[in-house]
């Protein structure tokens, strides 16, 4: 089993609905990410998260919000999903050297 | 600005050759730490090497190694050899001090499609 698990892997919905990714992980860290990559752009951090209680905005947070139910669990949410979010998301965690741990990540398409 | 750039947004590759992917970053941290990644056509992302601003000498992980000069602020990823699995786009990235003392993030360039040719 992976380490960090993201679901779904591929969504496809329409402009106006909410979406969530979920993600979860176990390898025990504290600190976790979500990153949207977009061609050309490379990857943009959202969010992150250093423990239950610690939210932080990303340099894209505009659209988004996430939610952090667990040490193990952070979800990222699109309360009202639109064309230009259609992108490749991936949750990351850290153990705190600075190397992160990606899921596989989750396609979305926004129609 | 743009804190980690590649300048070269494909690259094509004879199989067996080596091949140095470019990053330069920016920063006036003077603890850091540089990554590369690699994320085949499946998506994955795969750490390959890590750098840390104080390391004397260059990075090595099998056929990777990363052509670290710190006063050019360049961070190369060289692989040897190449092979057709490398055919994949690469990612620099660097560790960013976030405002939680002690707690950090990963800003990434633009990335590098590289192409391997049999």
């Known amino acids: 089993d992976a380490d960090v698990t993201q679901t779904p892997r591929n969504r496809i919905t329409k402009t106006g609905k909410r979406i969530m990714l979920e993600c979860s992980q176990t390898?025990?860290?504290?600190?976790m990410y979500w990153y949207r990559q977009d061609p050309g752009l490379g990857l943009r951090l959202i969010y992150y998260?250093?423990?239950?209680?610690?939210?932080n905005k990303g340099e894209i947070s505009d659209g988004y919000s996430v939610s952090r139910q667990a040490q193990a669990k952070f979800s990222l949410s699109l309360e009202s999903a639109i064309p230009n979010q259609t992108a490749l998301y991936f949750c990351a965690t850290g153990s705190g050297t600075g190397e992160l741990f990606f899921g596989e990540g989750s396609r979305l398409t926004v129609l | 600005a743009q804190k980690i750039t590649q300048t070269q947004p494909g690259m094509f590759v004879q199989e067996k050759e080596a091949v140095t992917l470019d990053c330069t970053y920016d920063?006036?941290?003077?603890?850091?730490?540089l990554f590369w990644y690699k994320q085949p056509s499946s998506g994955e992302m795969i750490f390959l090497i890590y750098q840390g601003s104080y390391d004397e000498q260059n990075a090595t992980e099998g056929r990777y190694s990363l052509n670290f000069q710190k006063a050019r602020k360049s961070a190369n990823l060289v692989i040897s050899a190449s092979q057709l699995g490398d055919s994949a786009m690469y990612f620099c990235?660097?560790?960013?001090?976030?405002?939680?003392?002690?707690?950090?993030?990963?800003?990434f360039g633009t990335g590098t499609r590289l192409t391997i040719i049999p």
């Open positions: 390898k025990g860290h504290d600190r």
């Open positions: 990235a660097m560790r960013e001090p976030l405002p939680n003392f002690g707690n950090e993030k990963l800003t």
């Open positions: 998260s250093f423990d239950v209680k610690d939210i």
């Open positions: 920063t006036s941290d003077q603890s850091y730490g």
